[in-house]
């Protein structure tokens, strides 16, 4: 698995884990790996061999859409709660006038977009 991927299973097994009150000493014993190698994924620090990813999949409840898709979800999440952060700085009426722009850029942008097609 990529880093990326690497790290997004080993955050979303630790959640799941928490989520079901199971601790790494029972999770080791509900999968036979070692409770060092546990913690080792769980913080990215090591990756998985896919016969042991089914067995954490299995007994977390994991699926492997929630694998994928969390590292992409979690870029653009980060982006957004910047944005927010950044909005709330301002009065309401600056941030209506920002949405204002962002509308007026994006119907530039949509504009180009057709004349770029129609050439």
Do not use: C
């Not at 036979?32 to 913080?43: A, F, P, Q």
């Not at 620090?45 to 977390?60: G, T």
């Not at 009426?93 to 509308?103: C, H, K, Q, Y």
């Amino acid at each position: 698995m990529p880093d990326r991927e690497i790290f997004a299973f080993g955050q979303e097994m630790r959640k799941r884990r928490k989520a079901k009150n199971i601790s790494l000493e029972k999770l080791s014993e509900l999968t036979g790996i070692s409770k060092r190698h546990i913690i080792n994924i769980e913080k990215g620090d090591a990756n998985a061999s896919l016969e042991l990813v089914v067995i954490i999949m299995k007994q977390l409840d994991i699926s492997l859409d929630n694998i994928v898709f969390s590292s992409i979800l979690d870029e653009d999440q980060k982006l957004y709660k910047e944005i927010i952060i950044r909005l709330m700085k301002f009065p309401v009426s600056d941030r209506e006038i920002i949405i204002e722009m962002l509308d007026v850029i994006l119907e530039k942008n949509k504009l180009l977009h057709q004349h770029k097609t129609s050439i």
